[in-house]
Structures are given as structure tokens and as C-alpha cells.
């Protein structure tokens, strides 16, 4: 086989002569390289499943464990009680009450300003309200936690003395301002993503501006705002340290924005930061919350990403 | 889907008059502009909260010297270095996997049919992987890098945890404290070696650095009472401890609850926002660079490297230094790894017991005394800061490329 | 059955553990024997390396932190990192020997007892601190000044789980209670439900357990018709927000505010407890270790004073410290039928209670 000296890109560089074998061979190298990197994301999927259905089962096989109890009943009484119960509803009522309060706060105000944004603004108020967002959405969850923790809880106690020192009001209002930049990133960037044409139409047959909005550019970009608030409520569901520090360490079934609760990540976080003794079934109990979580996260990014594919309007 | 047409027999048919609709429409501006104040009045109350609170307490102390249980004498050194030691580590980790896997799904496109489904799976399960909690990542990383999946977790039956299975970058000695607790080393091969035995003439180092040679008292023998002598002096019931002295490259498995397991955990953690941001960046470089060199003959990894890649790099250091200040500011995976712990040394290496900035943030705003909520706050705007200065680094980045 | 094994090993490790009993005693023979910490009181000594690994109770925490925080100081070369996973969480990384030291709220228990025999664990069971419970209410709560253990017990027991505080007594007015309680990992739990509830009871279930003390004192603070519990020095930093009740002892009768003063001399019964810090055996040969805790007892009773809590006497620190000069392993908390002995620490805390020796 002829050897040929392959340059194509830079001449003035001195490469030694190459064969075409030896330039296959390394390219066939990367290939397998940059596979490898690829399939790693595979295999870190598959340890977290193993990692949860492994630590499960040993939850479940334990005494006094069944997993029909786990998901039907409503009570999370471990070491409570005359009745020992796992019910992950009482968890998850938590964090539905929770990322309710956040998507209260995050959706409604989060579509406003993207709105705002992407159809409003001036220029100079995008130059101040885009940084702030982008603040906003850098600033560390355990700062939230703080905030809620000192201002937000004085300030719903101040309004309403009803409210426990530890609410889910409070850290649902947290992370709702967490998940506020994420809802208008992503719902501004598929405002304009509807082109200009559209808009110039509607207002050629003499709609308002809040007509053309509102009829025209919202319905247009409403697969990407729906898969916004999907990805905003995943990310409020998942939530960690706010609710750790702000919503009280209480597993009940409860939807009172008052009381003291706990969501499916509080009691990850109180378990895995080591509380328990590793002997005891509570301990265990983390991963089996953990199945839900990831199922429950792992579900809506799929249907969010379902959704943008499936209703995206292409304009070409 | 609404057409045109029916937005235009709506209009048509709205009874409203056209100073009612402009009523509507202007009322919404201003709805409009009230809610976007809204973020910015948030922003400003948490900042006004934060450094109202914690301001008075910055100090270069403050900075350097490590947690105290008397809050005015507390700092944050061990864990501003720990955050500084685990993201360093895991952007090093991180770097690399994500562009890699981002030049996998964007720049080799794969022609048969089952390579092509590989793509489809991997580019699906990172968009999956981007959503899933990070506390779920702490405790994936607390089985699988602390314990190494429980396979060495076993005590060694007397009494002390086994030694570690790999032990890189370490030297050990055994520490003796002669008479007036004066403290010898004596060289051991390595951490599974036995306990020293003594004897007369040990050889060891005094705490000098001073080669010296112990001299054995022997049960019923009477101490010297030479100060010269005495240095040297060992009684014969003296036991040794282990010591190390680990150089920077220190490394063993499994990791414990060490640096690098916590900044594993943390790379799987920001892995996702990384390869996501890069796909992104190579995508957005035009088709035309890229089959301009394969034209003249470039392989696609000659086009990748030459070609692609150093355009693509402004954008691929956007994501990464957005994606690092995610992992400065996670806590949740941290607290899975290394749990609160009150450490008055910073880590001097991988395999160093650590905790970091927004940990240490958790633990003092956990706490009784408002003294400790003050410098709660205090290291809230050093963390602040730190991410402010990585984000204009992201924005200088941005901007000095993206002019071209 | 358990504790008949330890008990057999422990009577190996008597018999093996001669010199051990011995090691790095101050030799009696030496012509200054102590010359150990109290001599460089004041000088820093910055030869010693080595580290110490502290984990366990969020109750002993502030003391170990304030130990540590002062042990680095003079000896700058050791590391001393203490962790909070909670007495059960401590235990557990005990008795796998990954850590020195295990900070406690509580006696071992038996099922971790047994762990740190199956694993070839021994300790040394060293008091360091008195914490008492302080049983809170409202500071404006006007029927309510003293309790005894029975009401108390009607209170958190699930087979009562009142609801109101008419439920409990008659005379108490006819409003909701609000019931607050520690987690249930902690050793201040565990104490309680013993003392309170008795083995065999449960504690209700629909209360607010918290993790965090702070939430339990101002959780009461904001609740008029609220009741909790938790650790005394909590109480002392927050005396304007709450009010103590004075608890009845049931030997004596008597109503006794917890104070300082009450349970440092055990007449705050039986709500007081001591802390403890237990020690592994093995780490003791290790001169940094060593030295820390000599310099833990030592300044002991300073140190708890840092950290808010009442320290014991120091006829009993003498004891200590000489227990752990003596190597003395086991622990006094359980006699040789397992069951473990009730009471104040100087009545548990002597040399015929060890269950080793027998």
C-alpha cells in the first residue's frame, strides 16, 4: 500500500509521514475512546438503578416491611407509635405540598417575565432583569435555605401567626424562587423562538399587543413553556437543602402550608447524613424513597421531553 | 394548534371595543413589568438580608483561620479549600468525560444502524441524568465510591478499620513519645507493617529531624536524669502510633470520605449541564467549517481537533464555569459524602476528610445562636462572591469570542 | 446471650490484656512520672502528628468541638475531626472501627455492644458531662408549673396521645396541645422514651420530632399550648423564650427546676443523665490519642463550661482519669443478665458495677 503524507490542514506544520493504516488505527482508537465516554453516562445510569434496587430490596426484605404498605399507607411512623409504618405517602404529600407552593410562584411569575422579556421589555430593561435572573439561577440552594430561614419565615409568621417555625409555606416560597429563572429561560427562549412573521400577521389584522401574545406567540410556543414547567416542578420535587433547613423534619400526611412536614429528598438528607445507625431499617428506607424520587423525576423528564418533541411547531 | 384564521375571526367577532382591548392590553404591560420587578425586588431583600447580617464578620481572619465553637472566633479556611479541592478535582474529572461524550454525539454521527440507536440512548439518558435529584447522586456516591459498594467496609477483627486496599503517595512512621513527651518517628514500610518493637539502639528520627538512637529503660530501671539523656530516654511499655506523611499525589481505595469520592459525586452531579452545554456549542458552529476540512481530506477526528473543537471552545468553557459554580454551591451530595464535620485542618490532598463552603453554611444556619447565623452569612457572601467572580469569568469568555 | 460473649472475651482480653492494662502507664518508677500535659500547659507542642477521629452525638458535639478546638491550638500538628451523625450513627462507625472516639448521650447499647464484640472492639466508657432534660412550655402557659413523670408519660405515650390538655388533668384548660419532641436518633430521645415511656411503650406518633434543637425551642416559643422536651443547656441559652417545669421526683417527691446546681448533684431525678465519650482500646497506643483525651478529662469541667453544659464533679473526673490510666475496659450500664442498671452516675459509675470484671 502506497504511504501517503496527509496534511490537509495546517501545511507549515511538520507531522511525520503517516500511513493511511496508522491513521485509521487512531482514529479507530478515538472513536472507541469518545464510545467509552459516551457509554459512561450509560453505566452511571445503570449503578444509580442498581445502587436503589439493590439497597430496596434488602429495605424490603427486612421484618415488618412489605411493599404494598410502603405504597398505600399514609402513615411514616418508623420508630413511632404502636404501629410501625412506611408509608410514602406521607412523604410525598410533602413534597407535593412543597413543589405546589413553588409552582404557585414559579410558573405564573415565571411566564410573566418571560413574556415580558421576549415581547415587552426595552432593551435596557432586558440588560438589568436578564443578569438578575441569571443571579438568581446561580445562587447556591443552601442560600435559599437561608433566606427562608430568616426572612421568609419571620415575614409568613409576622402576616399570619398560625404558621410553624418550620412550614411548608416558607421553603415551597424558596424553591419556588429557585425554579423562577429555569421557568423564564426557558419559557422566553421558546417565545422567541416563534418567528417575527407570525406576530407582524396578527398585528397586520389589527390585534393588540396583548392579543398577538396571548393568541398568537403563547399557543405557538407552548410546547416549549409546557416542557419549562415540567422541568421546573422536577427540579422543585428534587429539591434538597431548602427543605431541609426551612420544612421541618415531620412526616404526616398533611396539605396545611402551616404545619411542620417532610418531603421524600428531607428525609434522604436527614438519613444519609448519617443520623442512623447503618443496622436499622430506616437507613435502608432512604433508598426505597429514592426509587420514587428518581421514578418520579425520571417520568416527568421524559414527558417533558416527549412534549417538546411532539407539539414543537417548526417554522422553516 | 390555533391558525391564523381563527385568531383573526376571534378578533373579529370580540365585541369588546378598541378602547376596551387597549385598556386590556396596557393593564397587562403594567402587570407585566410589576412581576418582573418582583424577581428583582427578591434578589435585592436576599442580598440586603445577607449583607446586613454577615458584612460586619468578613474580616481576613475570618477567612483564614477555622471553625471555632465560640462564633467570633470561627473562619472558613478548611472549608473554603475543601470546595476549592473538590471542585478543582472534579472539573478535572469532569472536563474531559463531557466534551469527549459531547464530540461522541455531535461530531461522529453513526451510519449503521445500531450505532445509531447507541446514540439515540446515550443523548436520551443524559437528558434524563440532567433530572434527576442530586441528593440521589449523594447516595448513589455514598455506595458506590465511599464504601466501594461495601466490599471493604469489614473492621480487621482487632479493633481498627482495615488498611486501606491501594496506598499510593504515603509514608508511614510509627510516633513514640520518649520522657517529657518529646516525640521520635520511627520509619515503617508501609501501613500493614507491624507495630515497631523496642529495643535498645532503635533507630529513629527525634522531632528535630535528627537521626537519634533510643535508649531502652527497662521495667524497675530509673529514668536519667541528664536532660541530654532523657531525650532519648524511652520507657519500656511505650506504644507506638501510626503516622503518615502523605505527599500531594496521596491515593488509596477505597476512598472514604475523602476529596476525590465527593468530587465523583459532584461529577456526576454537573456531568449532565457539561455535555448538554457543549453539544450546544459544537452545534452551533456552522456545517460549512466542518466539511470544508473534511473536504481536503481531513479524518473526522482531524477535523474535530483542528477544526471544530477550537471554535467550539468559548462555548464549551461557558457551560463548564457555569456548571462548576453549580458544583461550588451544592451541598446535598456533600452531606451524603462527607456528613457535617467539624475539621480544623484544610485538605492537604485527594484522599483528605473535607467539607465545604455551603456545608459549613448549613451547619452554622442549623444552629441555636445567632452568632452563628451572622457568620452563616458571612461565608454566604464569600460564597457569593466566589461564584460572582467565576460567572464574569464565563461572561468575559463569552464575550471575547462570540464578537468575531 | 450477647453479653455473655463480651463478657467472655472480655475475660481473654484480660487474662491477653496484662500489659495491655499496662501500656503507657506513667511508670511509677520514673522520677517524674506525670510529667504530661500539666507541665507544657501553656507552650505549644508542635511535633506531635497524628489524627483523631471523633463521631456521634449532636449532644456531646459542642463539647468534643470545643475540646478538639483547643487541643489543635496547643497541639498544632494533630488533626482531631469530629462528625455528628447522632449517638446510633457514632456507634455504628464505632463498631466497625473507623473512628477513635464515639461521642455519646447515652450508654451503649446492646445491640451495639454485640457489634463491637463480633468485630473485635474494645473501649473504655468515660463519663464527661451532665446534660439534663428540661421539660418546656410557654412562658406564658399559667396552669402549668410542675409535672411529674406519670403525666408526663400520658402525655407522649401512643395509648394515650391526648389531644387536649384537658385529657391529661381536669383543671387544665380545654385547648389543643402541641407536642414537640427531638428526633429519634438522638440519645435525648432514647432517654427520654426510657425513663418516660418504659421499654415496652411507644412514644405517640403525631408529634413534631425535629432534628434540629433549635426548632424544638422556638417551635415552643411560638406555641402557647405547647409541650416538649430536649436538652437542658438549650433551655439555659434560651430562658427568656420558655419556661422550664419543675419535674417530680418520684422517690422523693420533690419538684425540682433543672439547674446547673440540681443536676450536678442528681436531685434533678430522674431527668438527668451523663454524657460520655467512648474510647476504642486499640487507638489508645497511639500517643496523639492518647494525649487528647488525657487533655478531654483534664480540662473537662472548663471545657463543658464553654460549651453550656454542667460537668461532673471533680472527684469524679479524678476517677475517670484514673480509670483511663488504669485501661480499665467494659462498661458499668449493664449488669451480667444484660439489663441495663437505672440511676444517678455516681451510683452506677463504681468499680463493682463493671461488667467485664466480673
Same mark, same amino acid.
Given at each position: 500500500?502506497?504511504t ?11 507531522y511525520?509521514p ?33 445502587v ?12 415488618g ?19 410501625v ?35 415587552y ?29 430568616t ?40 417565545l ?6 407570525l ?26 413553556i ?49 443520623d ?24 416527568l ?6 412534549v ?9 | ?75 472558613i ?21 463531557g ?13 449503521n ?9 446515550v ?37 481498627q ?6 496506598d ?17 518517628l ?14 535498645e ?5 527525634d522531632?528535630?529531624g535528627?537521626?537519634?538512637n ?27 502510633g ?8 496521596h ?20 456531568l ?12 452551533a458552529?456552522p ?18 481537533w483542528n ?13 463548564a ?18 456528613g ?14 473535607f ?29 457569593l ?20 | 446471650?450477647r ?5 467472655l ?9 496484662c ?13 517524674s ?8 500547659a !501553656?507552650?505549644?507542642?508542635? $511535633? ?5 477521629? *471523633? +463521631?456521634? &452525638?449532636?449532644?456531646?458535639? =459542642? %463539647? ?22 447522632? !449517638?446510633?450513627g457514632g456507634? $455504628? ?5 473507623? *473512628? +477513635?472516639? &464515639?461521642?455519646?448521650?447515652? =450508654? %451503649?447499647?446492646?445491640?451495639e ?7 473485635g472492639i ?22 402549668? +408549673? ?13 395509648d ?6 384537658k ?22 430521645? +432514647? ?7 418504659g ?110 453544659c454542667?460537668?461532673l ?41 463493671l461488667t467485664?470484671?466480673?
Amino acid at each position: 500500500m502506497a504511504t501517503i503524507t496527509i496534511d490537509p490542514i495546517n501545511p507549515s506544520q511538520s507531522y511525520p509521514p503517516r500511513s493511511l493504516t496508522a491513521l485509521y488505527v487512531r482514529e479507530w482508537i478515538v472513536k472507541v475512546m469518545l464510545a467509552s465516554c459516551g457509554l459512561l453516562s450509560l453505566l452511571v445510569t445503570g449503578s444509580i438503578i442498581f445502587v436503589l434496587v439493590k439497597e430496596s430490596m434488602v429495605f424490603f426484605s427486612m421484618p415488618g416491611i412489605s411493599v404494598t404498605d410502603f405504597l398505600t399507607s399514609t402513615e411514616w411512623t418508623p420508630t413511632l407509635g404502636n404501629e410501625v409504618h412506611y408509608g410514602i405517602w406521607a412523604l410525598i404529600s410533602g413534597t407535593i405540598l412543597v413543589s405546589f407552593v413553588a409552582m404557585l410562584i414559579a410558573l405564573p411569575i415565571g411566564l410573566i417575565t418571560a413574556i415580558y422579556l421576549s415581547e415587552y421589555a426595552h432593551r435596557r430593561v432586558r440588560a438589568i432583569l436578564k443578569p438578575v435572573l441569571e443571579v438568581l439561577a446561580g445562587i447556591p440552594t443552601v442560600v435559599y435555605g437561608f433566606f427562608a430561614l430568616t426572612v421568609i419565615t419571620p415575614s409568613l409568621k409576622f402576616v399570619h401567626p398560625g404558621f410553624n417555625i418550620y412550614n411548608g409555606m416558607s421553603a415551597g416560597i424558596a424553591v419556588g424562587i429557585l425554579c423562577l429563572p429555569i421557568v423564564t429561560s426557558m419559557a422566553e427562549d421558546a417565545l422567541r423562538a416563534v418567528p417575527r412573521s407570525l406576530r407582524e400577521g396578527a398585528f397586520g389584522l389589527g390585534c393588540t399587543k396583548l392579543e398577538v401574545t396571548l393568541k398568537v406567540v403563547l399557543p405557538a410556543a407552548l410546547s416549549g413553556i409546557i416542557s419549562a414547567f415540567l422541568l421546573a416542578i422536577s427540579r422543585a420535587v428534587g429539591e434538597t437543602m431548602i427543605v431541609a433547613l426551612a420544612s421541618g423534619s415531620q412526616p404526616h400526611l398533611t396539605l396545611d402550608p402551616r404545619e411542620a412536614t417532610q418531603t421524600m429528598t428531607g428525609w434522604m438528607i436527614q438519613m444519609g447524613s448519617g443520623d442512623t445507625s447503618q443496622f436499622d431499617a430506616r437507613y435502608y428506607s432512604m433508598y426505597a424513597v429514592a426509587c420514587i424520587l428518581f421514578i418520579l423525576t425520571f417520568a416527568l423528564t421524559m414527558v417533558g421531553n416527549w412534549v417538546r418533541r411532539r407539539f414543537r411547531e417548526a417554522y422553516e | 394548534m390555533k391558525s391564523l384564521g381563527n385568531v383573526l375571526d376571534e378578533a373579529v367577532k370580540q365585541p369588546n371595543s378598541v378602547s376596551q382591548r387597549m385598556a386590556t392590553a396596557v393593564t397587562f404591560q403594567w402587570l407585566c413589568r410589576l412581576t418582573a420587578l418582583c424577581s428583582i425586588l427578591v434578589l435585592a431583600v436576599l442580598l440586603y438580608t445577607v449583607f446586613s447580617k454577615g458584612f460586619a464578620h468578613l474580616s481576613w481572619s475570618f477567612l483564614t483561620s477555622s471553625p471555632h465553637p465560640d462564633p467570633t472566633r470561627a473562619g472558613i479556611w478548611p472549608a473554603l479549600m475543601g470546595t476549592f479541592w473538590t471542585c478543582a478535582a472534579c472539573g478535572f474529572l469532569t472536563l474531559p468525560i463531557g466534551i469527549g461524550t459531547a464530540i461522541f454525539l455531535e461530531e461522529f454521527r453513526p451510519r449503521n444502524r445500531y450505532m445509531r440507536w447507541l446514540h439515540a440512548l446515550v443523548e436520551l439518558n443524559i437528558a434524563n441524568l440532567a433530572g434527576v435529584p442530586s441528593v440521589v447522586y449523594g447516595i448513589v456516591g455514598l455506595a458506590a465510591f465511599v464504601s466501594m459498594f461495601g466490599l471493604m467496609d469489614q473492621s480487621d477483627n482487632a479493633g481498627q478499620s482495615k488498611p486501606p486496599f491501594i496506598d499510593i503517595g504515603s509514608r508511614y512512621y510509627d510516633q513514640f513519645l520518649t520522657l517529657d513527651d518529646r516525640v521520635v518517628l520511627v520509619p515503617v514500610d508501609s501501613n500493614r507493617s507491624p507495630d515497631t518493637a523496642l529495643r535498645e539502639g532503635l533507630e529513629a528520627i527525634d522531632q528535630d529531624g535528627k537521626p537519634i538512637n533510643l535508649h531502652l529503660i527497662a521495667k524497675g530501671e530509673s529514668a536519667p536524669d541528664v536532660q541530654s539523656e532523657r531525650v532519648v530516654a524511652i520507657r519500656w511499655n511505650e506504644t507506638p502510633g501510626r503516622v503518615h506523611r502523605q505527599s500531594w499525589y496521596h491515593f488509596t481505595v477505597p476512598f472514604g470520605h475523602s476529596v476525590l469520592a465527593g468530587s465523583l459525586t459532584l461529577m456526576l452531579v454537573i456531568l449532565p449541564v457539561v455535555i448538554i452545554s457543549s453539544q450546544e456549542a459544537f452545534r452551533a458552529i456552522p456545517p460549512s467549517l466542518r466539511e470544508a476540512a473534511l473536504g481536503i481530506g481531513a479524518t473526522s477526528w482531524q477535523a474535530v481537533w483542528n477544526v471544530t473543537l477550537p471554535a467550539a471552545i468559548p462555548g464549551i468553557m461557558t457551560g463548564a464555569i457555569l456548571a462548576m459554580s453549580r458544583a461550588i454551591g451544592e451541598a446535598a451530595p456533600i452531606m451524603m459524602i462527607s456528613g457535617i464535620v467539624f475539621i480544623t485542618r484544610a485538605p492537604s490532598n485527594l484522599m483528605s476528610v473535607f467539607t465545604v463552603l455551603s456545608l459549613q453554611i448549613y451547619d452554622w444556619a442549623g444552629r441555636h445562636e445567632a452568632g452563628f447565623h451572622a457568620i452563616s452569612a458571612a461565608a454566604i457572601i464569600v460564597l457569593l462572591l466566589l461564584l460572582l467572580v467565576f460567572n464574569s469569568i464565563a461572561i468575559v469568555i463569552r464575550q471575547k469570542f462570540s464578537q468575531p | 446471650m450477647r453479653l455473655g460473649l463480651y463478657r467472655l472475651l472480655a475475660v481473654v482480653g484480660l487474662l491477653t490484656g496484662c500489659d495491655s492494662a499496662d501500656i503507657a502507664k506513667p511508670d511509677s518508677t520514673g522520677s517524674s512520672p506525670s510529667i504530661s500535659s500539666q507541665s507544657s500547659a !501553656t507552650e505549644t507542642n508542635t $511535633s506531635l502528628q497524628g489524627t483523631v477521629r *471523633i +463521631d456521634g &452525638s449532636s449532644t456531646v458535639y =459542642p %463539647i468534643s468541638e470545643a475540646a478538639s478546638s483547643a487541643f489543635c491550638e496547643k497541639f498544632t500538628k494533630v488533626d482531631v475531626t469530629v462528625g455528628v451523625k447522632g !449517638t446510633g450513627g457514632g456507634f $455504628s462507625e464505632f463498631s466497625k472501627g473507623s *473512628i +477513635d472516639i &464515639s461521642d455519646a448521650s447515652r =450508654p %451503649i447499647k446492646q445491640n451495639e455492644l454485640a457489634e463491637c464484640v463480633k468485630n473485635g472492639i474494645r473501649f473504655f466508657e468515660l463519663p464527661i458531662a451532665y446534660d439534663g432534660l428540661a421539660i418546656c412550655v410557654h412562658k406564658d402557659n399559667d396552669f402549668l +408549673d410542675e409535672i411529674s413523670i406519670e403525666d408526663l408519660k400520658t402525655i407522649y405515650s401512643a395509648d394515650t396521645a391526648p389531644k387536649s390538655w384537658k385529657d391529661v388533668n381536669a383543671s387544665f384548660p380545654d385547648q389543643p396541645m402541641k407536642v414537640f419532641m427531638p428526633g429519634t436518633d438522638s440519645g435525648t430521645y +432514647d432517654f427520654f422514651k426510657e425513663v418516660v415511656i418504659g421499654k415496652e411503650g411507644n412514644v405517640r406518633s403525631d408529634l413534631t420530632p425535629s432534628e434540629q434543637d433549635l426548632a424544638l425551642v422556638n417551635g415552643i416559643a411560638s406555641e402557647k399550648y405547647a409541650i416538649g422536651f430536649f436538652g437542658a443547656s438549650y433551655y439555659f441559652e434560651s430562658t427568656d423564650k420558655l419556661k422550664a417545669l419543675k419535674v417530680i421526683d418520684p422517690k422523693t417527691k420533690q419538684a425540682i427546676a433543672p439547674s446547673a446546681e440540681t443536676i450536678e448533684n442528681s436531685t434533678y431525678s430522674p431527668l438527668g443523665r451523663p454524657l460520655f465519650i467512648y474510647v476504642n482500646a486499640a487507638s489508645v497506643k497511639r500517643p496523639e490519642l492518647r494525649k487528647f483525651v488525657e487533655y478531654y478529662i483534664d480540662h473537662a469541667s472548663d471545657i463543658c463550661r464553654s460549651a453550656k453544659c454542667v460537668p461532673l464533679t471533680d472527684a469524679l473526673y479524678q476517677t475517670v482519669r484514673q480509670r483511663f490510666d488504669d485501661r480499665v475496659e467494659g462498661t458499668y450500664f449493664y449488669d451480667e443478665a444484660g439489663n441495663s442498671r437505672i440511676g444517678s452516675l455516681s451510683e452506677i459509675y463504681i468499680e463493682s458495677n463493671l461488667t467485664q470484671a466480673k
